[in-house]
């Protein structure tokens, strides 16, 4: 199976934040940051796969700082990390005050997609290659995620089994 290159699926998206898009706080409303995140994520998905992908878990989402109106924000995304049919994508989230030029990690957030095949089943993908400090220490890190991603999954199965879905 082929490699590809982390900088291969990379996406870099930015915007501003207007005032339909803040929260009470006057600040970017956090549903509205989650579903950039998806969108800059499946991006970086469907590149390095070259197949439709699906979003089987956002592992995390990071709110280090909070972004207002003043700032525009950047989404940077791109595939750390391979298993079989699965990849974990990496959303860097960072505010730049348009008035002073200042500019901060404003959030982090790591989801992972499944690529799918022609019949909607799992289909094999490239592995992945680090090759900046950054990406190397996700890559490096990445197999404790999955595990612990996978215990996740197991305890909401388990959950899920025991509610109910009647009122």
Partial sequence: METKYCR????IRTS??????VNNHNTLFGGRLMSDVDQVASISAAR???RECV???????????PIRTTDAVCFESYVTWTGTSSMEVFVKIIAEDLK?????IAATALLTFV???????PARIPQVIPETVEERKLYETAPERARIRKERKQKSKELAAFL???H
Wanted: hydrophobic residues 25%.
């Fill in 8 to 11: 291969e699926s990379r996406v």
């Fill in 16 to 21: 501003r934040v207007f005032p339909n898009d």
């Fill in 48 to 50: 390095h796969s070259r």
């Fill in 55 to 65: 979003t089987a878990s956002t592992d995390s989402v990071d709110f280090l700082h």
């Fill in 100 to 104: 002073c030029g200042d500019r901060k």
């Fill in 115 to 121: 690529a799918l095949d022609e019949q909607k089943r």
């Fill in 164 to 166: 109910t879905a009647n």
